[in-house]
């Protein structure tokens, strides 16, 4: 029997047993599936962090200020002092002192109601200078940004973010409105463009970047958030010439700070410096382990769908002794019918992967506008996994027709 005969009959064979080939393939096609679409979801979480992370920009250092010390010893998290002020953040936008760094944001924040009318929205309201709009990245959707002349004047002139406009006015144009933020009227002069949820925005994180209100540094020290002391910033923003120069931005940012809070030993620094590349380096990382873990889920289907695989040939074997007998008494040797079962095995994961690959795939067309997270799904790993299962209706294969191949044939064709 040559090898087109044994593909012939190996495939007539599972025509032959539609109910049972078919749930064997919905074993497989279902672990098949599960791994294409938890595999696109992990990979797909990470080129969102990763599109995130890169829209704050990836040559961008965010500079803290240090923890406090109580009176009864108790030590504050990483941000809660006020060692950071504008003078720091003049210090650093010198191209003398930091030739590598490009631009400075300081910025300090409250959460505030802004009242519009009858309206009033509870937002986060960011004090900071124009170098905000380059250091994050960010544009206008409409009207103009913070100028040097609002920190000069302390204008009470605000932007929002597009949430936070919609929130407050709806559809209504927004720019030239009053909106009352502590009971200081101020005008609505812009609004930011729409870059969506996550990431952190000014000096605190939150869930939504598109629902912020931007007033100028000086406004926000002097009439809004007042305190003890009016020259504090909550975040400096530092970006970097550029994406290469960013180490060299890092060091020159440390230097200078040292200097002007006269910090002799690094473990005594009163601020830390955060690389946003780090974060996108913890978080891809987070993304990588999940990814592993619900893969190896998804791969426990593919076994149980493999063992499927095996039970069915078993099955198989069992109930065609006697046409095994009768091939093996006309010469068919043991090779061929050890081949005629991989045939078979193999057509069932063939079938089973194709079936897995194409459903994961409109899956991941699908499944995105049910759900937030993004799937990404290549054709690498589709192929891959329709190779996978090929791969298991072989190795399950295996010893369903090595057991068919030893059968006696005088033993085969007395059986009933």
Known sequence: MNILETFRTGLEAVVTHRLRSSLTVLGIMIGITAVILTVGLGEGAQQQVSSDISALGSNLLTISPGSTTSSSGIRGGFGSASTLTAGDATALASKTVAPDIGAVAPTTSESETLVAGTTNWTTTVVGTNPSWLTVRGRSMTEGRFIAG?????????????????????????????????????????GVLNTVGSSGSSGSSTTADQDDQAIVPITTASTQLFGGTSRNTVGDILVQASSSSTLSAANQEATAELDSLHQITTPTDADFTITPETSLLSTATSVDKTLTVLLGGIAGISLLVGGIGVMNIMLVSVTERIREIGLRKALGATPRVIRRQFLVEASVLGLIGGVLGAGLGVLGARILPHFISDPITISLVATVGAIVVAIGIGVVFGVYPAGRAARLAPIDALRSE
Do not use: C, K, Y
């Open 149 to 189: 002349h609002d920190l000069t004047t302390r204008a009470d002139v605000v932007v929002l973010g597009s949430t936070t406009a919609e929130e407050l006015f709806g559809v209504r144009d927004s720019i030239g409105q009053p909106v009352t933020v502590n009971g200081v009227t101020m005008t609505v002069i």
